[in-house]
């Protein structure tokens, strides 16, 4: 019934997280690239950790070429079928290596906090820097160190959720926070007929003066750190921060 992350989830990934405001997201990214230049949507984009491809539909939507990257080949599988056209890629965030640069760069749904040490969150970092062109923007959000400690209110959630042909899945996810290791750690479980099976997620929170010196050390030395939705800097009490890192230079 154990399963490693994101394999056994993806069959039923899009229907748990129906309501995911990707297109809000998209909206927020998008016009920020527009305000600081990225000449959007003539701009090619990737987006990383793409899962079964959410939020790389929205870019699509609003004009971009764009290509997906994520370590799952079962999230792919899923979005592959979503966006045939798509150019999708399986790749490491911290390893991979592509032939094209990119103008904008994305990784949405703190995909980042799955990187469980600062170095591989660096490492993860670098890469991106040097997949962007000159003058290029990443954008991405994290959870902060509370965001994970404290990532759901009474650390469950539980429902139902249909799936196209009329079946259903059963979710009920649970999370603790690791205090011996600084992870928080949800235990995903879903059942869908007869079908069973749990898979354990763990996230590193990071906060605004963690990801600083990471930054700066991967090559972006011009970076806004903000909150959502409306671009004010971080409280000291927020669960999430949204991250936006340009690449210098002609």
């Known amino acids: 019934m154990q399963r490693p992350p994101f394999t056994a989830l993806a069959a ?12 809000h997201w998209a909206d927020f990214v998008l016009s920020y690239a527009r305000d600081g230049g990225v000449p959007v949507p003539d701009v090619t984009a990737l987006d ?8 790389t ?13 994520d370590g799952s080949a079962e999230m792919l599988r899923e979005a592959r ?8 890629v399986q790749g490491d965030l911290r390893t991979f290596e592509l032939q094209e ?40 959000d994290v959870n902060t160190r509370l965001g994970v400690r404290e990532l759901w ?31 928080g750690v949800v235990q995903a479980f879903c059942r869908l007929g007869e079908q069973e099976f749990v898979e354990t997620h763990r996230e590193r929170g990071y906060d605004p003066q963690d990801l600083e010196p990471l930054l700066r050390r991967a090559g972006f030395t011009r970076f806004e750190i903000v909150e959502y939705p409306d ?20």
């Open 57 to 69: 539909r929205e870019l699509l939507k609003a004009g971009l070429r764009v290509t997906g990257l």
């Open 231 to 250: 671009y004010a800097d971080p409280a000291p009490d927020v669960a999430r921060v949204w991250v936006f890192a340009w690449k210098e230079g002609v």
């Open 101 to 140: 640069r990119f103008g904008l760069m994305t990784c949405v749904f703190d995909s980042l906090n799955n990187l469980l040490t600062p170095e591989d969150l660096g490492a993860a970092l670098e890469r991106a820097w040097a997949h962007l062109t000159p003058g290029g923007l990443l954008a991405f």
């Open 153 to 183: 209110e009474g650390d469950t959630i539980e429902g139902l959720a249909p799936l196209p042909g009329g079946e259903e899945v059963h979710y009920h996810w649970s999370h603790h926070y690791d205090p011996e290791a600084d992870l």
């Open 12 to 23: 039923v990934y899009d229907a748990i997280m129906a309501d995911v405001e990707y297109d």
């Open 48 to 55: 990383l950790a793409c899962g079964t491809g959410g939020f």
């Open 81 to 88: 079928v979503r966006l045939p056209d798509v150019p999708f």
